[in-house]
């Protein structure tokens, strides 16, 4: 079991690695280029919109032809291409940025939770999630740091074929790790996915972590712009990701503890909680200094919303539908709230000042967690 840890544990690194590097500078990248703040509102936007309907259809796959492991790997290639392309071309031009950053960014964030998917179904490796995925978060928080310092000193090129290399390991280690356990009779087709929505309580869950990833995803663009308005720059950005990300690390690792003694239900609440206080101290002390330490908060928010989301969704789901009930709640909680978090987010900057957009968002948290009270677990075990 150790060597399989370890395994996952180094796929993870390099992979939320590669996608930082590419995610972190997203948005910089398209204000380098020339494009206001609607323009990148829709352009975010669009990305969602291609992962939501992608996720939906990965999912299925994955339960059909009983694989994960293959649909990684051919979705990293295809992330490799439009990746190359979207950061090698930086005049503006609008339709074929839309096009290319959508794809790039759904890609990245359709691996991402496919291996996340990968990590629940592998045999013998569920009770060890947080502990694996918290490699991803070192990954993830050593390329958000070095990515904005990459940026300053060589260009976006130099970003993107620093995310090559590392998309290049994600495939060779994929290709030496075990697939899914994935042992079904049931004949899957695409319109079994609609068994999911007769669970009242899948539904229920579907609305609140669509609600909390809402105010999550605002994090890519409407702090990103708040770190810019008073005065941050590409470094700083890349700074802030880096102390979030790191600060992930202790709870994610032991988050199989937490789950045992809170339950799901209430590890959402948890992080419901100090996600909506992170956003609006974030508005309260408007500086840079401000800004790293109130990040901290990430601690606390990211890991319980993640792993008990993965453990809620995972009681509501049939055992045949396990992927493609990971599948489809992300593509609602991270795809559709992607889709609604930048449009309203690029629509309000022009029309509001940052830091109201910004407390706001703190503030709607209330929402999700109101929701969530209705949830009535499937199982006594959450």
Same mark, same amino acid.
């Given at each position: 079991?150790?060597?399989? #840890?370890?395994?996952?544990?180094?796929?993870?690194?390099?992979?939320?690695?590669?996608?930082?590097?590419?995610?972190?500078?997203? #948005?910089?990248?398209?204000?380098?280029?020339?494009?206001?703040?609607?323009?990148?509102?829709?352009?975010?936007?669009?990305?969602? *919109?291609?992962?939501?309907?992608?996720?939906?259809?990965?999912?299925?796959?994955?339960?059909?032809?009983?694989?994960?492991?293959?649909?990684?790997?051919?979705?990293?290639?295809?992330?490799?291409?439009?990746?190359?392309?979207?950061?090698?071309?930086?005049?503006?031009?609008?339709?074929?940025?839309?096009?290319?950053?959508?794809?790039?960014?759904?890609?990245?964030?359709? =691996?991402?939770?496919?291996? %996340?998917?990968?990590?629940?179904?592998?045999?013998?490796?569920?009770?060890?999630?947080?502990?694996?995925?918290?490699?991803?978060? *070192?990954?993830?928080?050593?390329?958000?740091?070095?990515? !904005?310092?990459? =940026?300053?000193?060589?260009?976006?090129?130099?970003?993107?074929?620093?995310?090559?290399?590392?998309?290049?390991?994600?495939?060779?280690?994929?290709?030496?790790?075990?697939?899914?356990?994935?042992?079904?009779? %049931?004949?899957?087709?695409?319109?079994?996915?609609?068994?999911?929505?007769?669970?009242?309580?899948?539904?229920?869950?579907?609305?609140?972590?669509?609600?909390?990833?809402?105010?999550?995803?605002?994090?890519?663009?409407? =702090?990103?712009?708040?770190?810019?308005?008073?005065?941050?720059?590409?470094?700083? =950005?890349?700074?802030?990701?880096?102390?979030?990300?790191?600060?992930?690390?202790?709870?994610?690792?032991?988050?199989?503890?937490?789950?045992?003694?809170?339950?799901?239900?209430?590890?959402?609440?948890? !992080?419901?909680?100090?996600?909506?206080?992170?956003?609006?101290?974030?508005?309260?002390?408007?500086?840079?200094?401000?800004?790293?330490?109130?990040?901290?908060?990430?601690?606390?928010?990211?890991?319980?919303?993640?792993?008990?989301?993965?453990?809620?969704?995972? #009681?509501?789901?049939?055992?045949?539908?396990?992927?493609?009930?990971?599948?489809?709640?992300?593509?609602?909680?991270?795809?559709?709230?992607?889709?609604?978090?930048?449009?309203?987010?690029?629509?309000?900057?022009?029309?509001?000042?940052?830091?109201?957009?910004?407390?706001?968002?703190?503030?709607?948290?209330?929402?999700?967690?109101?929701?969530?009270?209705?949830?009535?677990?499937?199982?006594? #075990?959450?």
């Amino acid at each position: 079991m150790r060597k399989k #840890i370890y395994g996952f544990g180094f796929l993870m690194f390099v992979s939320f690695a590669a996608h930082a590097s590419l995610n972190t500078q997203a #948005i910089p990248f398209l204000t380098d280029v020339g494009y206001s703040s609607s323009q990148r509102g829709i352009i975010m936007a669009s990305h969602a *919109l291609v992962a939501m309907i992608g996720q939906f259809y990965v999912g299925y796959l994955a339960d059909k032809h009983q694989t994960i492991k293959k649909l990684v790997i051919y979705a990293t290639i295809t992330l490799i291409g439009f990746s190359m392309i979207t950061y090698l071309y930086d005049a503006e031009n609008f339709l074929l940025h839309l096009f290319l950053m959508s794809n790039t960014l759904a890609l990245v964030r359709m =691996v991402g939770n496919l291996l %996340e998917t990968w990590l629940v179904e592998v045999d013998g490796l569920y009770p060890y999630f947080g502990t694996v995925r918290s490699f991803a978060s *070192l990954g993830w928080a050593v390329a958000s740091l070095v990515a !904005g310092q990459v =940026v300053l000193r060589y260009g976006y090129a130099s970003l993107m074929w620093v995310s090559v290399v590392m998309n290049l390991l994600v495939v060779l280690a994929s290709i030496y790790l075990e697939d899914a356990n994935k042992v079904s009779e %049931e004949s899957i087709s695409f319109t079994d996915i609609k068994l999911l929505f007769k669970n009242k309580q899948y539904v229920i869950l579907i609305l609140a972590y669509t609600t909390t990833w809402i105010v999550y995803n605002a994090d890519n663009v409407s =702090v990103t712009d708040y770190i810019l308005s008073i005065g941050g720059t590409e470094g700083d =950005v890349g700074i802030k990701w880096f102390v979030q990300a790191l600060s992930e690390l202790p709870l994610m690792f032991f988050s199989g503890y937490f789950l045992r003694k809170l339950k799901g239900k209430r590890m959402m609440i948890y !992080g419901s909680i100090f996600l909506g206080l992170r956003f609006f101290l974030y508005a309260v002390y408007p500086s840079l200094n401000a800004v790293y330490i109130v990040s901290l908060l990430q601690m606390i928010s990211f890991p319980f919303l993640l792993v008990s989301q993965k453990e809620l969704f995972l #009681i509501e789901s049939p055992v045949y539908l396990r992927s493609s009930g990971q599948m489809v709640s992300v593509a609602f909680s991270g795809g559709l709230a992607a889709i609604i978090s930048p449009v309203i987010a690029g629509y309000l900057g022009e029309l509001l000042p940052i830091r109201s957009i910004v407390m706001g968002l703190g503030i709607f948290m209330v929402v999700p967690i109101i929701i969530i009270l209705f949830y009535k677990p499937s199982s006594n #075990i959450t």
